[in-house]
């Protein structure tokens, strides 16, 4: 996989999202919930692969700009936006071939509630992608204040993204747990990030530009353990691949 030039770490993790989940997976999916789905960084390439998909997000910032995305890529009519909380969706049971919700699920208290919500809408055996974030790794990142990454760590407090949105990060045995006692069969966890954050402060690690040749070998690192289940617990994302069970 080849780098563009001037990239950051971020591009190149969407870059290693988009190769871990094969898009080829999502041709036969009819229609997609993007639950949480923001402004839509996934619902667009999935609506270009052939399927139809819902995006529901509590933020009319972030819908604003996915409608006009829609309208820039010419989607219309295969993608649709609803303003709505994961944790209540407005849709009847079995609603939808495939449910997906990336980087969503650590930002809501009420991790229990919104994975039954998502399993509810989906159809029985139908697949449910879904990350949650890995609190072994998001409390080694915090080291420098040792005290604070304690209480994380165990769980007694939770880090607040840019000082605003609480973090609920699972371990990934809670991970797995959440998933298997609400619903979902899980196929196999991946790890995403197993090189982040320990190694760079996260300010450099979104911002900086680093050389296309140091984010290669990063990538191949990435891909040489993001399905080892012992490398799991070096994962800042989990990236769970389940299926409703009947
Ligand atoms: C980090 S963004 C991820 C967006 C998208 N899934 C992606 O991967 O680019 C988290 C999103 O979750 C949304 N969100 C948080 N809690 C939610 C809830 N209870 N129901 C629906 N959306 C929620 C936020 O508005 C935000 O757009």
């Not at 829609?70 to 994961?86: A, C, K, M, P």
């Not at 399993?119 to 204040?145: A, C, E, F, H, W």
Request: proline share 4%; charged share 25%.
């Amino acid at each position: 996989m080849m780098l563009s030039p001037n990239c950051s770490i971020s591009v190149c993790m969407t870059r290693l999202h988009g190769g871990i989940l094969s898009l080829t997976f999502l041709r036969v999916q009819k229609q997609v919930l993007d639950a949480a789905g923001g402004t839509g960084k996934w619902t667009m390439p999935i609506a270009k692969c052939g399927p139809k998909v819902v995006l529901v997000d509590v933020s009319d910032g972030m819908l604003e700009v996915t409608r006009r995305k829609i309208i820039q890529q010419n989607l219309q009519g295969r993608v649709t936006i609803q303003n709505g909380d994961i944790r209540k969706l407005d849709f009847p049971d079995e609603t939808f071939d495939m449910v997906f919700c990336d980087h969503a699920l650590c930002f809501i208290r009420e991790q229990k509630e919104a994975i039954r919500e998502l399993v509810r809408v989906l159809k029985t055996n139908n697949p449910l992608i879904i990350s949650g974030q890995n609190r072994y790794v998001l409390s080694l990142s915090l080291i420098q204040d040792t005290d604070f990454a304690f209480t994380v760590l165990s769980n007694e407090a939770q880090f607040s993204m840019r000082g605003l949105l609480k973090v609920y990060a699972l371990s990934p045995d809670e991970f797995r747990l959440l998933l298997e006692e609400n619903g979902v069969k899980i196929e196999k966890t991946i790890g995403k990030g197993v090189t982040m954050p320990l190694t760079m402060p996260a300010e450099e690690f979104y911002t900086k530009d680093y050389k296309p040749e140091f984010l290669e070998k990063v990538l191949k690192i990435e891909f040489a353990l993001c399905d080892k289940p012992d490398a799991l617990a070096l994962a800042g994302h989990l990236q769970a691949v389940g299926y409703k069970r009947a």
